[in-house]
């Protein structure tokens, strides 16, 4: 099994984390704070293992991101040069402002023409970037068990290889995956997480996911 590093130590990475284990991946999870790396084995348990984000990056084969979006790209250079040329990041982010929503509606800190995914693709141009994972809340992101069947996971990234590998990881996971096309697809994945938010700060409906019907 490849081994993956998730970079970011909150409720998403976490969950990400359980689900990796469970599927029998060796999985790292990085933290800068040695207290953090402690409180992680504890909250995730299983054979988790801990590093640095630098160390994390370099030993994974899979690399994961799962940080707040104001420090993706802080925790893209915090990899290290080089850590992630030629390997899959799958990318977890939405460009969320450290602003309050409006009536329920996130704030975005990019524009409708231009993702936050394409800035992280840019900074690590020899990275193969998928976006996966950024609509959907963590407690539904592995093994979601919905009424209307397995839910829609929306990728996309600029490597067919990198997306059929994200893919295998989201049939194990319980999604259905639909191709996006190329990076520049992200400007309209990203927006969708402003959309699964607005019944929960509305009406703390957080109990649901997107689905692709087709004829």
């Known amino acids: 099994m490849q081994k993956i590093s998730i970079i970011g130590s909150g409720m998403v990475g976490q969950a990400l984390a359980k689900g ?13 704070s040695e207290a953090k790396r402690n409180e992680l084995k504890t909250a995730i348990g299983g054979d ?9 990056a370099k030993e994974g084969d899979i690399i994961v991101l ?32 450290d ?27 020899a990275a193969k970037f998928v976006k996966a994972f950024s609509c959907v809340g963590n407690a539904y992101m592995v093994d979601p068990d919905l009424p209307g069947g397995k839910p829609t996971m929306f990728i ?3 490597d067919d290889d990198a997306k059929t590998a994200v893919k295998n990881i989201l049939d194990q996971f ?36 997107f689905k692709l019907l087709k004829a």
């Open 20 to 32: 990796f284990l469970k599927y029998g991946y060796p999985t790292i999870i990085a933290s800068r």
């Open 48 to 56: 988790i293992q801990t590093a640095h984000v630098e160390e994390a």
């Open 66 to 97: 799962a940080v707040k979006g104001t420090a993706a790209e802080a925790a893209v250079d915090a990899c290290g040069a080089g850590n992630l040329d030629g390997k899959v990041v799958m990318d977890a982010t939405n460009p969320i402002a």
């Open 99 to 125: 602003e309050a929503p409006e009536n329920g509606v996130l704030r975005y800190f990019t524009d409708i023409n231009h993702s936050l995914m394409e800035k992280l693709q840019a900074k690590a141009p």
């Open 156 to 158: 996309c990234g600029n």
């Open 174 to 209: 319980g999604w259905e995956s639909e191709d996006m096309g190329a990076v520049e697809a992200a400007r309209a994945i990203e927006p969708l997480a402003m959309l699964w938010c607005i019944p929960g700060f509305r009406e703390n409906r957080w109990t649901h996911a």
